[in-house]
């Protein structure tokens, strides 16, 4: 079977067979008189299986490990698989959870919206300064839902101290969001809330 009856059998664009042929995934077992490629059964099957593989989100190389490499077992890619795939749900659902957030302050202009991701962005810094900074900047601009969630898994004093006031400035719905910590199955976590509630306006500390 010449590459260009390959290309139209199986979806793959003869560039690409031929990209495949120079890194090893895939070679035509013959050529024909004129020196065209020339695949067979299997090597077309080899085809669908790379592609099957790409679906899934392999790299090719990683699927040139998994057809080739005799100690490589099904258990091992699925493992990886599923690891890949709860980090990209992480990534999309921490992704969805800060475009509520900016939708939340109705932005006007783009300029609002890049100014309340930088914010947020900074409250998860890996920087205390940071976080600190982002909080004595983040009454008017951060949703208060995202403070109150700062402020509840904040270990660093300073930090905590700039997220609790920010939150006592945030006007309602903050003491609210805090209580929620108070069920929380970490104390810690329980004890931020109990804190940052008490210095909340209209609360006896």
Known sequence: ????????????????????????????????????????GED???????????????????????LDDPGFTPADLVDDLIRRTRERIAAET??????DRVHATDPAAWEDVLQVLALLRALGSTSAGTRQRAALASVDEVPVEALAQAALGEGDPY???????????????????????LSSPVTAVRERAVRALAEMPGREA
């Open 159 to 181: 930090v905590a101290g700039a997220l609790r006031w920010a939150l006592s400035r945030s006007g309602g719905g903050g003491a609210a969001l805090l209580a929620e910590g």
């Open 44 to 66: 077309v099957r080899r085809i669908f299986h790379i592609e099957s593989l790409r679906a899934v989100g392999l790299s090719l190389r990683e699927i040139g490990r998994a």
């Open 1 to 40: 079977m010449l590459i260009g009856e390959v290309a139209r059998r199986s979806g793959v664009s003869a560039r690409m067979l031929r990209h495949y042929e120079s890194l090893g995934l895939v070679r035509p077992s013959g050529r024909t008189g004129s020196g065209y490629r020339e695949y067979s």
């Open 94 to 99: 921490e992704l969805l959870i800060r475009l």
